[in-house]
């Protein structure tokens, strides 16, 4: 069965670096998505992504954070300047069409020091 | 925006017995709501789904059953296995938009053997 899958699956970063979290969607998906947990919190939603712009966004995607599909496959989430609070697990997510389920990668864990 | 609560926080049931973890959302617009299970470190992964047109859904030892009219709905787990303990997590959607995956706050679920 066809999954999306993170890169990498652990990331450690000083503070006020820049960090890329790579994603490969479900190939013939069509709507992208980011989601973060902080640790022992609920999935909480970042922003979607669809025919190659952002569709919606979460009071937390500021302007720190940006997207981007820059080829056919991959899907990345960039953070400017990182803070200690942006330290969680973020959920690359992809579904086909309308109205079908979000299939969810394996994260990627981002520690900040 | 959509809000969902979820209850309880915690649950442990004795093996064999049922689990029962509940929902209440607020967007009447939100006609979507699957659940997902997330073991430790590892991505939600859909278990179960159903949408408003729909009361009741079983697959197996799963069910889940919604009320539009009170805005409710549940997961029923029976003939626990130790295998089932796990953080469980309902989500609710639009179909309007970018279909974005509003989430409760999760049932960390316990089985006893």
């Excluded at chain 1, 599909?69 to 991959?74: A, I, T």
């Amino acid at each position: 069965e066809p999954e999306v899958t993170q890169t990498p699956s652990h990331q450690v970063t000083q503070m006020g670096q820049e960090v890329i979290l790579r994603c490969v969607p479900i190939s013939n998906h069509l709507y992208f998505y980011w989601y973060r947990q902080i640790l022992g919190q609920k999935v909480e939603f970042l922003v979607s992504f669809y025919n190659n712009e952002i569709s919606e966004k979460s009071e937390i995607f500021d302007d720190q954070f940006s997207v981007e599909r820059p080829d056919g496959s991959n899907f990345t989430l960039k953070i400017r300047s990182t803070k200690l609070e942006d330290s969680a697990m973020y959920f690359c997510a992809s579904r086909v069409e309308s109205n079908q389920p979000q299939h969810f990668g394996d994260g990627t864990r981002l520690s900040i020091l | 925006g959509e809000n969902v609560e979820q209850h309880p926080s915690t649950l442990s049931v004795q093996e064999g017995d049922s689990a029962v973890i509940k929902c209440t959302y607020s967007d009447s617009a939100s006609n979507y709501f699957p659940w997902y299970k997330q073991e430790l470190g590892k991505r939600p992964q859909l278990i179960i789904d159903i949408r408003s047109n729909v009361g009741e859904k079983k697959d197996q030892r799963i069910a889940v059953t919604l009320n539009k009219t009170a805005k409710h709905f549940s997961l029923h787990i029976t003939e626990t296995q130790p295998e089932d303990s796990a953080v469980y997590f309902c989500a609710a959607r639009s179909n309007f938009g970018n279909e974005k995956l509003t989430f409760g706050t999760g049932t960390r679920l316990t089985i006893i053997p």
